[in-house]
C-alpha cells in the first residue's frame, strides 16, 4: 500500500508500543524507514520487542521504561529523546481500561484507569508539544508548507455517545478526543497536526482479556459486526501510517471510527453486558485480576 521508505529519516514515539497495537504500528513505520521510540512499563518487554523488531526489519529503536502517570517521568523521557535528536510524532496508544459494573469500582480503579489515558496521555502530549513549539520559534516560526509533527491519539468508537461498563475509560477517552480537536486548531500554527483513531475490536492479548474475558477472540465481532469479522492489524497500521506520513497535512482535528461500521449498527458499546449475571461478572474480574498479576509479574 505505501512506498518502500516512505518514512525513511523519520522518528517517532509509540506509548505502550511493547505489545498489541503499539507494537504493530511501530513495525510499521519502522519496515517504512523511520527509527522509531518505544516506551511503557515493562522494560523487559519492550526491550524483547525491539530486538525482534530491529532483527526482522533493521533500523533503529530506542526503549524508555515508564508509567506515562508520573509526569515527571514522562518530562524526563522527552527530555531525553529530544537530547538524542527531533522527534517527528507521537502515537498515544498506550492505555489500561477493564470491563466492570461502574458501581462496583472503587475510587482508585477509576483513578487507575482515568491517570493512565486521561492525564498520562495529555502529559506526553504537552511535554512533546512544548519541545515542538520551541523548535518551531528557535527556527523563526513553522510556515505553511513546512514538515509538519503528527500526533495520533488511539482512542475508541464511543467517545461520541458513551461506554457503559467502561465508564472511566469512556470518560477519558472523550477527553483524548477533545484534546485532539482542541490542540488541532490552537497547535497548527507551529506546525502540528493532531488526529485520532477509534478501532473497533481488533484482537489483543491485553484487550481480550481485560474487554472479552473468557470469550474466542473475534467471537463477538464475527456474530455482530456488519462485516462479520473484527479488524485486522495490517489496517490499523495502514490507518495509522497514512495519519503519521507527510501527504495530507490538511486532515487534522479528525476522530477517525475504523471499525466495519460497528459502531453505527450496535453503538459499539457493551451494552450487550446488562444481561450478565453477579456470577458471570465475578467470572470476569477473576480472569481480569489474573492478566493483571500477568503483566505485573512482568514488570518485576
Ligand atoms: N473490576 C473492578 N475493580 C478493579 C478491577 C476489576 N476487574 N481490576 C482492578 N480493579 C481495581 C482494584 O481493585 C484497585 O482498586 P482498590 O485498591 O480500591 O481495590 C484498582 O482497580 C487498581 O487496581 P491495580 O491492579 O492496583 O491497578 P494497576 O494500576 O496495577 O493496574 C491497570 C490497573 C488498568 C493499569 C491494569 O489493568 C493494567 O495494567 N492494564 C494493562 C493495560 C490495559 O489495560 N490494556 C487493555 C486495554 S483495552
Redesign the pocket.
Known sequence: MFQPGLLAGRRYLVT?GGT?LGRAMSERFLQLGASVVICG?RKAVLDETAAEMTATYGGKVETHGLDIRDAQAVDAMVERIFTDGPLDGLVNN???????PTE??????F???AN?VFHGTFYVTNAIGKQWIRGAREAGGWQPGKPMKSVLSIVVTWVDNGGPYVVP?AMSKAGVATMTRSLAVEWAKYGIRLNAVGPGEIP?E??S???NPGEEPGARSKATNPQMRPGTMSELQNLATFLMAPGCDWLTGEVLFMDGANHLATGGTFYALREWSDAQWQE??DR??A??AK??GQRG
Open positions: 505502550g498489541g512499563r498506550a492505555a489500561g481500561n477493564f470491563i466492570s462496583a469500582l472503587s475510587s482508585r480503579a483513578d487507575a484507569i493512565i475509560s489483543t491485553g484487550m482479556k481485560r474487554l470476569a474480574r481480569i485480576e492478566q493483571n503483566d505485573r
